[in-house]
T-cell receptor, first 109, second 114 residues
Framework: GQQVMQIPQYQHVQEGEDFTTYCNSS?????IQWYKQRPGGHPVFLIQ?????EVKKQKRLTFQFGEAKKNSSLHITATQTTDVGTYFC?????????FGQGTRLTINP | ETGVTQTPRHLVMGMTNKKSLKCEQH?????MYWYKQSAKKPLELMFV???????ENNSVPSRFSPECPNSSHLFLHLHTLQPEDSALYLC?????????????FGPGTRLTVT
């Protein structure tokens, strides 16, 4: 069945450093979504990418969808303490949305 | 955010108890989901409902029994649970099952089985 792998599982950075999480699907996706879950909170939708090679930006966050529509990345420039949380990618296959395991980001102020 | 609500927020139950988790969405969505979140499996899909019909049961033990009486409400009935069932149970909804629709999550029910 469809699998979505996300790396790294954990990432600790100093405030101000950059952060990147990668998402890889075993099958071609129709779209990929990204969610953020703050500590003690619930996943909240960030963005959706649909087109091959698409790049979208939200302030310091840059999202990319691979040319083959099987991988994606989220890059945060100059992290801030408010970026702490777990970032999930979710790949939309033919039948359902499959979530990756998430990358938990912690930041040293 | 009050689009998806869940009650109770915290629940402690013994292995012989019967309890129910409730989820309500106020977004006019047609699809609803139950997820289990634990340290071992961060977001594990349990059940999917589309237009009140169950479309997926992800090999969930029978001690978990979902119910969707209408498109706004979703329940998860629990009985004779095991300690390993302790987790955060998240409900989510989306506009439809098929298509490129994001999911809206509720705050979750933190379940502890003693």
């Amino acid at each position: 069945g469809q699998q979505v792998m996300q790396i790294p599982q954990y990432q600790h950075v100093q405030e101000g450093e950059d952060f990147t999480t990668y998402c890889n699907s075993s099958t071609t996706l129709s779209n990929i979504q990204w969610y953020k879950q703050r500590p003690g909170g619930h996943p909240v939708f960030l963005i959706q990418l649909v087109k091959s090679g698409e790049v979208k930006k939200q302030k310091r966050l840059t999202f990319q969808f691979g040319e083959a529509k099987k991988n994606s990345s989220l890059h945060i420039t100059a992290t801030q303490t408010t970026d702490v949380g777990t970032y999930f990618c979710a790949g939309q296959g033919a039948q359902k949305l499959v979530f990756g395991q998430g990358t938990r980001l912690t930041i040293n102020p | 955010e009050t689009g998806v609500t869940q009650t109770p927020r915290h629940l402690v139950m013994g292995m012989t108890n019967k309890k129910s988790l409730k989820c309500e969405q106020h977004l006019g969505h047609n699809a609803m989901y139950w997820y289990k979140q634990s340290a071992k499996k961060p977001l594990e899909l349990m059940f999917v409902y589309s237009l009140e019909e169950r479309v997926e049961n992800n090999s969930v033990p029978s001690r978990f029994s979902p119910e969707c009486p209408n498109s706004s409400h979703l329940f998860l009935h629990l009985h004779t649970l095991q300690p390993e069932d302790s987790a955060l149970y998240l409900c989510a909804s989306s506009q439809a099952l098929q298509g490129s629709y994001e999911q809206y999550f509720g705050p979750g029910t933190r379940l502890t089985v003693t």
